[in-house]
Structures are given as structure tokens and as C-alpha cells.
T-cell receptor, first 114, second 113 residues
């Protein structure tokens, strides 16, 4: 384990379902990120949180709703998704966003929308 | 200007050979260039990183070569091993942009034994 834990590892949901992805880190990091990884495409940054405050929403559709209750936990709430939203969703953390620190990634949630 | 272009898309190398993956960027403001390694079923893991004030950084069998004037950087894996088979991502960031990493599209490396 890298220190960033994502649950569930796999998720299959219908287009009318509501589900949530969870990310947890105990590295003492203050910045957390959601990325979308699709086949043969660069990792796409979705959201950035620094000290629990959202600092970036990278034009993500409103059917994705992030929540960061504290610096250790990050959620991604999903509703009325589309099949093209099927992808690997990665959570990452870093010391903060104010310097060039490496990210620590979780193993991701493999999402399939049917 | 925010893009990082990575090549090749896939690479097959014989065991013991040298694997070379290249990346190019446009934004001269980038000042941090990491490489990530991702195994199936895992998230990317930081492998090695370089800043533009040096032209080369070596850690074990992994070397980053950086050419600031050409706006290119590359990863060299010496004595490639089957265990190196993974997807490799280059990335770039700048502190001014809040340390957000911009990733290349990835290179799938397969080392044949």
C-alpha cells in the first residue's frame, strides 16, 4: 500500500444510480486530487483540494461532486453517469499545492457505467 | 501550452537492453519534471524527477536526461528487466500553477526475457 487507500476497488453502476468513491490518506498531506484515467489518454485532473478547500474544478460535469471533510479524506459522489464516464478514478495526495512535490497515488477505483 | 507529448505509445525491449521514452513540452515555465511508473491494478508511483537546473539525474538503472533548449526530457532504463514492464508517464508542473501535474499519455513498456 502506498499510504493512499481507495475504496471500492471496482464499481459497476447503472446510469440512474448514485454511488460514492472514497479516498483516505494518513501521510500528513494537505493536498488531495481526483484524476480520471482512460485508456490511451493522459491522466485528466478533475479536482484539487488544498487544506480542505477546493482550489480547482477542471470543468468537470456536475454529475461528479467532490467532498473533502478533512485533509485525510476525499470523496467523489457520482449520479446519473454516462457510459463514457467508465474509467479508472485515481486519488492522489501531496504535501500541499505550494511546491513541486511528488504525488502519492492510490490504486484507483475501476468504474463501469452500464 | 499545457500539454506534455510522450512517445512512443508502446515499446518492446529485450532483457538487458536500454529502454528510452521521450517527452516534449511547450511551456517554458514548467520547473519540475517527474516520471511515474504504473503496474496493472496499481496507481502511478513516482520513479524519478528532475528540475531544469541540471541536465541529467541518475538513480540506479533509471536516468532522466533533460534538454532545456529543446524543451525535451527522456527516461532511460539501463539493463532493462522483465520486472520493469509497466506503463510509464512523464509529467511537468510549475509552482506558480499550484503544483498541478500535467501528464503525458503514457508508454507501455514490455521487456522480453
Amino acid at each position: 500500500e502506498t499510504g493512499v487507500t481507495q475504496t471500492p476497488r471496482h464499481l459497476v453502476m447503472g446510469m440512474t444510480n448514485k454511488k460514492s468513491l472514497k479516498c483516505e490518506q494518513h501521510l500528513g498531506h494537505n493536498a488531495m486530487y481526483w484524476y480520471k484515467q482512460s485508456a490511451k489518454k493522459p491522466l485528466e485532473l478533475m479536482f484539487v483540494y488544498n487544506f480542505k478547500e477546493q482550489t480547482e474544478n477542471n470543468s468537470v460535469p456536475s454529475r461528479f461532486s467532490p467532498e473533502c471533510p478533512n485533509s485525510s479524506h476525499l470523496f467523489l459522489h457520482l449520479h446519473t453517469l454516462q457510459p463514457e464516464d467508465s474509467a479508472l478514478y485515481l486519488c492522489a495526495s501531496s504535501q500541499d499545492t505550494g511546491g513541486a512535490y511528488g504525488y502519492t497515488f492510490g490504486s484507483g477505483t475501476r468504474l463501469t457505467v452500464v | 501550452q499545457q500539454q506534455v507529448k510522450q512517445s512512443p505509445q508502446s515499446l518492446i525491449v529485450q532483457k538487458g537492453g536500454i529502454s528510452i521514452i521521450n517527452c516534449a513540452y511547450e511551456n517554458t515555465a514548467f520547473d519540475y519534471f517527474p516520471w511515474y511508473q504504473q503496474f496493472p491494478g496499481k496507481g502511478p508511483a513516482l520513479l524519478i524527477a528532475i528540475r531544469p537546473d541540471v541536465s541529467e539525474k541518475k538513480e540506479g538503472r533509471f536516468t532522466i536526461s533533460f534538454n532545456k533548449s529543446a524543451k525535451q526530457f527522456s527516461l532511460h532504463i539501463m539493463d532493462s528487466q522483465p520486472g520493469d514492464s509497466a506503463t510509464y508517464f512523464c509529467a511537468a508542473s510549475k509552482e506558480e500553477y499550484g503544483n498541478k501535474l500535467v501528464f503525458g499519455a503514457g508508454t507501455i513498456l514490455r521487456v522480453k526475457s
